[in-house]
């Protein structure tokens, strides 16, 4: 069974430049969950789709961070434009279910911001 | 609002030796505990969870975590380590009936032979 595919794996970008990442979940899982990992921290919920209903986006800033989740299986992340405080990990990950269902992760799109 | 403490950034150990990773969280209501390991350049990968039941957790490489609720801990153990237990290792948590997980800041292992 394949896992959660992201792409690009890397991606260096100057400032105010747009950037977006896409997301193949596994096959099957209704719910997909986009993450940022900062330097040192651990990752943190950026929007959680139910198929293609965004039901969790409370930490989306929404001023620059745009996703879709079209037909409710691939998904795309969108930065316009980025900011230096914006290089991260940002990860894609996906579930069969919601409460206590494990979480599967892609390998993240590292981006730099320069 | 749920938290979780990972208070050990960095711990160094030989292989064959034991090995601790201590988590703690915050939340006034019940939760679920999770820890997820991830090796170099891979993504995050569930080792345990406690969702009910027995307090100690095992995974099938040998790692046990005991959920402890007076002390509001989930520390990580494993008798003996190898070199390829390396790895960042997060703890984390979510409310029941959801599944938002708050992550701790992560310990990473390094196992010297």
């Known amino acids: 069974e394949a896992g959660v595919v992201q792409s690009p794996r890397y991606k260096i970008i100057e400032k105010k430049q747009p950037v977006a990442f896409w997301c193949n979940p596994i096959?099957?899982?209704?719910?997909l969950y986009w993450y940022r990992q900062n330097l040192g921290q651990g990752p943190e919920l950026l929007i959680r789709y139910e198929n293609e209903e965004a039901v969790d986006d409370s930490q989306l800033p929404k001023d620059r961070f745009s996703a879709e989740r079209l037909k409710g299986v691939d998904s795309t992340l969108k930065i316009q434009p980025a900011e230096l405080g914006d290089s991260a990990v940002y990860l894609c990950?996906?579930?069969?279910?919601?409460?206590?269902?494990?979480?599967?992760f892609g390998p993240g799109t590292r981006l730099t911001v320069t | 609002a749920q938290s979780v403490t990972q208070l050990d950034s960095q711990v160094p150990v030989f292989e064959e030796a034991p090995v601790e990773l201590r988590c703690n969280y915050s939340s006034s209501v019940s939760v679920y505990l999770f820890w997820y390991v991830q090796y170099p350049n891979q993504g995050l990968q569930l080792l345990l969870k406690y969702l009910s039941g027995s307090t100690l957790v095992e995974s099938i490489n040998g790692f046990e975590a005991e959920f402890n609720k007076s002390q509001t801990s989930f520390h990580l153990r494993k008798p003996s380590v190898h070199i390829s237990d390396t790895a960042e290792y997060f703890c984390a948590v979510s409310k029941h009936n959801t599944d938002k997980l708050i992550f701790g800041t992560g310990t990473r292992l390094q196992v010297f032979p």
């Open positions: 990950a996906s579930s069969p279910g919601t409460s206590g269902y494990e979480q599967y």
């Open positions: 096959s099957g899982h209704n719910t």
